[in-house]
């Protein structure tokens, strides 16, 4: 049996961070781990690149122009959909979804999601650093890992 797994160690990967400021209280949390655990898993500062986007909704035409420019590794899509009084947050949720799936297999960049899709301000807080961690560190971890197996792959011939 062959087993391919990716680790979680970067080397001279670039980084593209892609973080709506519509709810900043939220997303600014949801960057400052995702930025941290970069650092953490070997990521030197100049190999990141922070980018704002306005809103989730714009999210995946930034990060499609970040993976096709060929300078990223990886691109990290961060946000914060919380549900309101209509059902204008299941569209949002998911084209956000679908649109940066469609770029990471389109363009082969691993394009992570980092969109917390709440229904309240105070769940949203719980899943950007609170009692239920932050979606921001797992967004990263799982864009490391990926990267990884990738290149596993890829030295496999495959």
């Not at 059902?87 to 084209?95: A, L």
């Not at 960049?109 to 650093?129: E, I, K, W």
Request: contains cysteine.
């Amino acid at each position: 049996m062959q087993t391919f797994e990716g680790n979680l160690l970067t080397g001279d990967d670039q980084f593209a961070i892609v973080v709506s400021r519509f709810n900043e209280l939220v997303t600014e949390r949801l960057l400052a781990g995702a930025v941290d655990t970069a650092r953490r898993h070997g990521l030197a500062d100049d190999r990141i690149t922070v980018v704002r986007a306005p809103g989730s909704f714009e999210l995946p035409i930034v990060a499609q122009r970040l993976a096709q420019s060929g300078k990223f590794t990886a691109v990290i899509c961060l946000g914060a959909v919380i549900q309101g009084e209509t059902t204008h947050h299941e569209y949002i949720n998911h084209q956000v979804a679908a649109g940066l799936q469609q770029t990471a297999l389109e363009t082969g960049v691993p394009v992570a999601f980092g969109v917390l899709t709440c229904q309240s301000m105070d769940q949203a807080l719980d899943r950007a650093g609170g009692k239920a961690g932050n979606k921001g560190v797992e967004a990263t971890l799982a864009a490391i890992e990926t990267v990884n197996v990738l290149r596993a792959l890829a030295a496999a011939g495959i």
